[in-house]
């Protein structure tokens, strides 16, 4: 017999050996074939007893020889004289641990009965062969190369890990952990290895599946876009628990609508969508439809069934599928792909939540995985549910995102006037939030003497509230610059108006906070006079390509109350670029506000670029692809009025100056080639300039400007604001200013910083529907005054005409 187990025990005394009750020696029992394990007593070479748990094992080698393995144990000094008996017989027979061992070729030598249970081969198929041999199913060429390690470096493993399919199982697969340790002689000499193996397959799937949870609740829901959801869930499934996942959702979640309550009824089912699908393979072959495409299963179909039903299903094998007939006829190209790819198991779960069914998810395998088992079912049940809730917040937010869109779209300008003060562009850009749409606006309002006002705000919060509390702001912006308020005035304005907005609690939360730039340009002086609360500084970029921020006080935001705002005014040369925006756009991902100015200062070195060019550039020029905060952009290209389209006369405080007045415009309206307007226009200057002499101070001045439309603007020194009033009949003053409305396309006053006012009126050029522009005439204006009762005294004071107080057509 080869090998130190056939020699005598170290320690015995040789041919001392003791015999047993039955008379046997350790040599008649290291022949038995079969083996033995007892008590064995020796005396060791100074004489003592030493009591030894023995166990003989039969061995064969590789070349088919056979040899024996004595494992020992001295029990004499311990009164567990019976555990290591018990210990080789359970590491021997015990049923779920497979043990075996491999000579240094690993070849196995030696295996027991739980081993051969465990992989489904018998002994005698075993011995002699490798483990590739006997189970190629396995992770074998791991497996051997971590003995060899053990067997070259004597380092033993515990708990190695791997999976694979034994031959007991072939369409299954297994997870095991093996413990391997290297077998040597007296000397040291590696004899082989002995590993250790228990199935421990379920606690694996419970890993996996728990691990999978995991990965649900931190993937699925990242963002609030049901397609993306959907996809999600898809992407989870595959390839842990399917090899080809598909989601088809209702149109109505699609478009954020509300499903009905309860399962799908059959007309419902015609809208069912492809919201998302996915496969081990790349190019996604088994897809019979594309996402976004209507799904068109047949009625048959277990999806159409498990929505009608509200209930998942489990078909462990489809060949075995009472119903695959039916819908097979109904839909022969879907039957067609699934005996194609060898589509042999299926799961369907609804897509369900808060009582609501908004789809149904399918699971197909076609991989050696085995068919699916009612703990697949499960939990596959469990990802839909975690997806269906995000599926249907998505689908919630889509509802209010896009009546928030429509809400702040009608609020926004349509389209920004066309002025002769700027050229002007904008763009409206919602971030990448949550609930995404905001309170962030901008707009170009036109104002008298043709100034224009440029306004950007930021409301504070997402949602519809903070688009209808943006729409109030705007609306009361439009209004205060209406007014013709310088902008330090309006902003202060708007603080008291939010800071009522704040203690608003009935309708929902109040204004939290907002900014505002409001900036007022006249292209007369090229003055552009501009104030903010709290909001970014702009950007003025001269026409030579030098951008600069304008120093301006910041001013606190809206809603604080009791700060003063402060203006700064500043000459910009014409074609001169004025940069408005919201903090959007200069804020990203690791940038500051000092690093986005700088950023947006260098994106501004081509100002010549058309505008609306420019305002893609600048948007698609962000560091990220999707704002963290809503964006909103102005850019305005600033123009000056020539100076031969402006003529300012001043007048002393007398009679006279009427005739003057009346008589220097209508030269100019000859000047400029617009005679047709004469007739209105004297009208005009004679009730302006009449009304300054008789109820306000000097200095008085007349300015005309020939723009879009005529402009005409008489300025005093008086703060008294002209009002229209109702005049009797037996008045002989009170009609003047109903007179210059009705020959007006506008009118009114503003106030100048120095003290005094401005009264303007404007003339469109060219009215619509008329040949020969303007009021017909100073007979129009006769006609009007017989009209409204003027008296002969009221028409000689206004028109300075001698005699009845009527001129003839065409008089000077």
């Not at 995985?369 to 975690?386: H, I, M, N, S, Y």
């Not at 009791?562 to 804020?587: K, R």
């Amino acid at each position: 017999m080869p090998g130190t187990a056939s020699d005598p025990l170290p320690g015995a005394a040789s041919g001392h050996a003791a015999e047993t009750a039955g008379g046997s020696t350790l040599t008649d029992r290291l022949r038995a074939p079969e083996g033995w394990g007892g008590m064995h007593a020796v005396r060791h070479r100074d004489g003592h007893r030493l009591d030894l748990e023995i166990r003989i094992l039969p061995l064969r080698a590789a070349d088919g020889r056979p040899f024996r393995l004595l494992l020992a144990a001295d029990t004499t000094r311990t009164p567990w004289s019976g555990a290591g008996r018990s210990l080789l017989d359970g590491i021997a027979a015990m049923a779920p641990v497979g043990v075996a061992i491999m000579n240094t070729d690993l070849r196995y030598v030696w295996m027991n009965e739980a081993l051969e249970r465990m992989g489904g081969i018998p002994r005698e198929r075993r011995i002699g062969r490798t483990l590739a041999e006997v189970q190629p199913g396995l992770a074998v060429q791991a497996v051997e190369a971590e003995m060899r390690r053990v067997l070259e470096s004597g380092e033993p493993t515990v708990g190695y890990e791997y999976l694979g399919r034994p031959q007991s199982d072939p369409q299954r697969e297994h997870a095991y952990t093996t413990s391997f340790f290297r077998l040597e002689d007296d000397a040291g000499a590696p004899l082989g290895v002995c590993y250790m193996v228990l199935d421990i397959t379920e606690s694996y799937r419970a890993r996996q599946k728990l691990a999978l949870l995991n990965r649900a609740s931190e993937r699925i829901g990242s963002t609030l876009d049901v397609l993306r959801t959907a996809q999600e869930l898809a992407e989870l499934a595959v390839p842990e628990l399917a090899d080809f996942v598909t989601v088809d959702l209702l149109d109505s979640v699609l478009t954020g609508d509300e499903p009905k309550p309860g399962p799908v009824d059959t007309a419902a089912l015609a809208s069912l969508r492809r919201a998302a699908q996915q496969s081990v393979r790349d190019d996604i072959p088994e897809a019979v439809v594309e996402v976004g495409r209507p799904s068109g299963y047949p009625h048959a179909s277990h999806v159409v069934l498990s929505l009608l039903s509200g209930t998942s299903s489990l078909i462990q094998s489809l060949d075995a599928d009472p119903e695959e007939s039916a819908w097979a006829a109904e839909d022969p190209a879907r039957a067609g792909m699934m005996r194609r790819h060898g589509f042999h198991t299926l799961m369907v779960v609804p897509v369900r939540a808060r009582g609501i069914f908004l789809g149904a998810a399918a699971f197909y395998r076609w991989q050696h995985k085995g068919p699916f088992q009612p703990d697949d079912l499960l939990l596959a049940e469990e990802f839909v549910t975690r997806a269906a809730v995000s599926i249907d917040n998505a689908r919630r937010y889509t509802r209010e995102h896009a009546a928030a869109l429509t809400l702040q779209r009608s609020l926004l300008p349509h389209e920004l006037p066309a002025l002769s003060a700027v050229e002007a562009a904008g763009r409206y850009l919602p971030a990448d939030t949550g609930v995404s749409i905001g309170g962030d606006w901008y707009d170009v309002i036109p104002l008298s003497g043709a100034r224009v006002g440029l306004v950007v705000g930021d409301v504070v919060g997402h949602g519809i509230h903070a688009a209808a509390t943006m729409g109030r702001v705007r609306a009361s912006v439009q209004t205060l610059a209406d007014m013709d308020l310088a902008p330090d005035e309006v902003l202060g304005r708007l603080d008291d108006m939010a800071g009522r907005i704040a203690d608003e609690k009935a309708d929902g939360p109040g204004l939290t906070g907002a900014t505002c730039l409001y900036a007022i340009y006249d292209p007369v002086s090229r003055m552009c006079t501009m104030a903010r609360a709290g909001h970014p500084p702009p950007i003025a970029v001269s026409p030579a390509g030098a951008a600069r921020v304008v120093d301006l006080p910041a001013g606190p935001p809206l809603g604080m109350g009791g700060m003063p705002f402060e203006a700064t005014s500043l000459t910009v040369p014409e074609d001169s670029l004025l940069v408005f925006y919201t903090n959007g756009l200069i804020l990203g991902q690791g940038l500051d506000t000092h690093q986005g100015l700088a950023r947006l200062q260098v994106s501004l070195s081509m100002p010549e670029a058309p505008l609306e060019e420019l305002c893609e550039a600048l948007v698609n020029g962000m560091p990220i692809n999707r704002p963290i905060d809503d964006v909103a952009l102005l850019l305005a290209r600033t123009r000056a009025l020539r100076r031969e389209n402006v003529v300012t006369w001043d007048f002393p405080a007398r009679p006279a100056s009427v005739r003057q007045a009346r008589g220097r415009a209508a030269r100019q309206l000859a000047d400029w080639g617009l005679d047709h307007l004469t007739a209105g226009t004297e009208l005009v200057v004679s009730e302006l300039v009449t009304n300054a002499v008789t109820h306000a101070a000097e200095p008085i001045s007349l300015r005309m400007i020939r723009d879009d439309s005529l402009i005409c603007e008489v300025s005093d020194g008086s703060s008294t604001s002209p009002h229209l009033r109702h005049a009797r009949t037996t008045d002989e003053g009170g009609r003047g200013l109903f007179l210059v409305s009705q020959c007006t396309q506008r009118w009114g006053t503003r106030y100048d910083p120095g003290g005094g006012k401005t009264t303007w009126t404007e003339q469109p050029l060219r009215p619509e529907g008329t040949e020969h522009p303007g009021p017909g005439g100073f007979g129009a204006f006769a006609d009007l005054a017989d009209a409204v009762g003027m008296t002969e005294g009221e028409a000689l004071r206004n028109g300075d005409v001698p005699g009845n107080g009527r001129r003839p057509p065409g008089a000077g």
